[in-house]
Nanobody, 125 residues
């Protein structure tokens, strides 16, 4: 079992930036896919961004394209979600999740096996 930890959330004004981090103790993301998902109050969970460590291919939801960037450090130990030009509608609890590459088909929550506890992002207008 992989125990992920997401961090970096907080309160920011619209137009501001935050960087979320996702890691697990003594764990390498090599040969895993990692995704960021979010759930706003009263709304369904949605996919935000995913990255494949095999191909380094990335996926972004249309709502965050051009504003968010997913990346992974050289040690493959921490995945980041850089969030720029934040909007009030980005307010949500953000979760990171991971799955073995062989089981990864799409940036969909149902594809992912291990989840972090979530970090709250609040964007004020």
């Amino acid at each position: 079992e992989v125990q992920l930890q997401a961090s970096g959330g907080g309160l920011v004004q619209a137009g501001g930036s935050l960087r979320l981090s996702c890691s697990a103790s003594r764990f390498s993301f090599d040969d895993y896919a990692i995704g960021w998902f979010r759930q706003a109050p009263g709304k369904e969970q949605e996919s935000v961004s995913c990255i494949s460590t095999t191909s380094m291919g990335t996926y972004y939801a249309d709502s965050v394209k051009g504003r968010f960037t997913i990346s992974i450090d050289n040690a493959m130990s921490t995945v980041y979600l850089q969030m720029n030009s934040l909007k009030p509608e980005d307010t949500a609890v953000y979760f990171c999740a991971t799955v073995v590459e062989g089981d990864y088909n799409a940036c969909s929550a149902s594809d992912f096996d291990w989840w972090g506890q979530g970090t709250l992002v609040t964007v004020s207008s």
